[in-house]
């Protein structure tokens, strides 16, 4: 993928799965009131070689992509970013979602993270619309959003399970400027 500044995206391959444990290790509990609850069994190099396996399954059946967002000048795996829930026919949508680890935030690097991989969902998947959901206690999620072109559509009401409890999220999407 291209580079934007300080960050570039690109699909996992099987030799990120220990940076992506690191990752995930390191940023447990900064994640843990914004994500859902993961088992302790995904803290394992093996459960991140099968999440890399499986992603790569689902990006060839056209449902799921997974990126690394990498630092330019160190090639070190700062966060994730995902394109989910990929519908077809007369929808073409999908999901975004997105972690940036706790030390990297606040430098506009999930802003240009979420830009590439819409442009991506724009430009080599042709989608017409990305989707977001956030907790409406995450400002600085919907800043992201907003910053990268999405606006705000409603509030899903006890919408996703985060952390053991149900939570109302933020709706959001951008749609694609060439349809």
């Known amino acids: 993928m291209k580079t934007i500044t300080k960050i570039y995206i690109r699909h996992y391959e099987s030799s990120d799965a220990p ?7 390191e940023n ?20 991140q ?4 396996a499986r992603t790569k399954t689902r990006m060839a059946s056209d449902e799921y992509y997974a990126f690394g967002i990498f630092d330019t000048e160190t090639d070190e795996l ?12 007369p929808l073409q949508c999908c999901y975004i979602g997105y972690s940036l680890a706790k030390q990297h935030n606040g430098k506009g690097y999930a ?3 979420v ?5 991506y969902a724009f430009n080599d998947l042709k989608l017409h619309r990305v989707e977001a ?8 999620s919907m800043r992201v959003l907003e910053k990268a072109g999405f ?8 919408n996703v399970k985060i952390n053991g409890s149900w939570e109302d999220h933020q709706h959001f999407a951008i749609i694609n400027p060439n349809d």
């Open 28 to 47: 447990k509990d900064f994640f843990k009131d914004y994500s859902p609850l993961m088992s302790e069994e995904f803290y394992t190099l093996e459960s």
């Open 19 to 25: 940076s992506m444990l690191q990752f995930e290790v």
């Open 115 to 119: 830009k590439l991989a819409v442009e």
């Open 151 to 158: 606006h705000k559509e409603g509030i899903f009401i006890k």
């Open 49 to 52: 070689e099968e999440r890399v």
């Open 133 to 140: 959901g956030v907790m409406l206690h995450n400002i600085a």
């Open 78 to 89: 700062i966060g994730n970013i995902s394109l989910s829930d990929v519908i077809r026919g």
């Open 111 to 113: 802003t240009e993270a």
